[in-house]
C-alpha cells in the first residue's frame, strides 16, 4: 500500500545560492506546477509529473443572440380555507394545519354597512363568522406560519 503523505517535509530545501536543491522522487508529484517555459518546452527541464483526470473543454458559447427567458407563475398561496396536511418547511414533519381567522378590509366594510343600516345588534356578527375573515395557517407541530388564504 502506498503511503499517503510523504516522510519529509513538502518544503524545497533551497542552498546558500537560493537556487532550488534536488528533491526526493516521493515529492516530485507535490511540487508546484512548471514554470511557463517549463510547460512550452523552451527550457531543458524535466516536465512536471500530472496526475487526476484531464480537463474537459469548455462548452462553446452560444451563437446566436437572442436568449431564452424562463417564467414561472406561482399561485398565491397553495393553502385553502380549511386546515391541510402539508409537510411543515421547518420542522419536516407532515401535519395538519391550525387556522387562526384574522378580519380582513371585507370584515370591517360589512360591519360599517351593518352600522349604517341601524342593524346594531349584527355589528359583531361578521368577526364572528369564519368565511368573512382571512385564514392564517400554522403548522400543527411546532406553530410556525406557513401562510394565508386571502378572502376575495
Known sequence: MERVYPSEPLEQPKDVSGLVQETHPEHQKLLAPPTYDQATGTATATPAVTTGPAP????????????QHTVIILPDSPYGPEPQDVQCPYCHNYARTRISYKPNSRTHLI?????????????CLPYCISSCMNANHYCGMCNRYLGTYLRK
Open 56 to 67: 474537459t473543454p469548455a462548452p462553446p458559447p452560444p451563437t446566436g443572440s437572442a436568449t
Open 111 to 123: 360591519a360599517l354597512v351593518l352600522c349604517l343600516l341601524q342593524l346594531y345588534c349584527f355589528v
